[in-house]
């Protein structure tokens, strides 16, 4: 077994911080000094290696570059009240994360590694988390198959590595979005509810045409009728219709299963609003905008944390919904980043301290 100390450091001579103003970096841009390695081979995983940030090195032939075994995951660890640091539930990342893995015949990872990485790589790191408000280190466990052969199997050695990226807010307008009704992103039995690599490169297409017709992301649909909801660009999607919270259910394995969109469910049931895990028609969407019942759209995820929706476009219908009269997003939004950010008591018990 690898335990914590079993992880070997190698620090950079000269941190390269000093060039960045933190508070004021793109998303995913820059990233911090170290890195963490580990690599999988003969059934166990071995090497797990702290160093400085730098390329890796590859034959043309790598698994990962024919045949996609990969999966990721998306992290943020905040800096609190009295400059303490901490990580937002990185254990429910760690147990999605093995998930993939078993979805996509990967080798799952141990929690001394995936936990103690990247709590070691964070302290190490510590002092490229920025904190100005909403702003975070954004970080970065991914997988990748490594056999350099062609043969079409799953991999017998991977790596799995950890990256951090001091990031600011990700989305600061409003979405605007429309129901997509050509592509799919995922199908009962696929792969959709693994955090996998494929999953957004065959997501981008409908994201781009989106663009070109004026709006930011899509909604989703189902691969069958293209009427039954599902999520949001690579975020999960809420509804409110007359005071409550719809959200897709998880049973058919076509939906990420959102950490953001957990802990809105467990701020939503504190706050005594009713939520609904269940399948959602556009239809009732439709009938709810009809009635002036339909209150509220927005996604969840780590990246944006809350995106709010200034507008919903089905067909020829557009939804609108205006932004100064959001109620519950936009509270939501403030009692995460307060929890996260340790301005309020962390009820739940989601803060990992480095
Ligand atoms: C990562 C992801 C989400 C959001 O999950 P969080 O744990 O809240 O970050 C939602 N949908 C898809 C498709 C995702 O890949």
Do not use: C
């Not at 698994?63 to 996609?68: C, D, E, L, S």
């Not at 991999?155 to 990226?165: D, E, G, V």
């Not at 994201?207 to 909801?229: N, R, S």
């Not at 219908?317 to 009692?335: C, E, G, V, Y």
């Amino acid at each position: 077994m690898i335990e914590a100390a079993d992880i070997q450091i190698t620090k950079v001579e000269t941190s390269k911080l000093k060039d960045l103003e933190l508070n004021n970096v793109p998303f995913g841009k820059y990233f911090t000094d170290h890195m963490l390695e580990a690599d999988f081979e003969n059934g166990e995983w071995k090497n797990v290696e702290i160093k400085p940030y730098q390329p890796l090195l590859f034959q043309p032939s790598l698994a990962v570059f024919h045949y996609g075994q990969a999966i990721f995951e998306g992290i943020k660890a905040y800096r609190g009240k009295n400059n303490k640091v901490a990580i937002f539930r990185p254990f429910d990342n760690y147990r999605r994360f093995n998930l993939s893995a078993l979805r996509m015949n990967m080798p799952e990872i141990p929690e001394e590694i995936f936990i103690q990485g990247i709590k070691q790589l964070v302290k190490l790191d510590e002092k490229w988390v920025p904190d100005g408000k909403d702003h975070a280190l954004y970080i970065r466990p991914f997988m990748i198959s490594t056999d350099p052969v062609l043969g079409v199997k799953p991999s017998s050695t991977y790596k799995f590595l950890i990256i951090l990226s001091p990031s600011g807010p990700y989305y600061s307008r409003p979405m605007k979005i429309a129901v997509e009704e050509k592509y799919t992103r995922a199908a009962p039995g696929g792969v959709g509810y693994s955090k996998n690599a494929g999953n957004y490169g065959g997501s981008m297409l409908a994201a781009t045409k989106a663009k070109e017709e004026g709006y930011d992301q899509v909604l989703w649909t189902d691969p069958f009728e293209h009427k039954w909801l599902q999520e949001v660009g690579m975020m999960n999607v809420f509804f409110i219709i007359d005071g409550k919270a719809i959200t897709p259910s998880l049973d058919q394995g076509t939906i990420l299963a959102g950490i953001t969109r957990d802990s809105v469910i467990d701020l939503l049931q504190e706050m005594n609003i009713p939520v609904e895990e269940r399948h959602i028609n556009i239809d009732e969407i439709i009938q709810a905008h009809d009635k002036g019942t339909l209150q509220e759209v927005f996604g969840t995820g780590t990246a944006a944390t809350i995106a709010l929706v200034s507008d919903l476009k089905y067909r020829d219908i557009n939804m609108h919904f205006d932004i100064n009269n959001l109620k519950i997003a936009p509270s939501l939004k403030k009692q995460l980043i307060e929890i996260k950010e340790g301005r309020s008591e962390d009820k739940f018990g989601w803060m990992e301290y480095v």
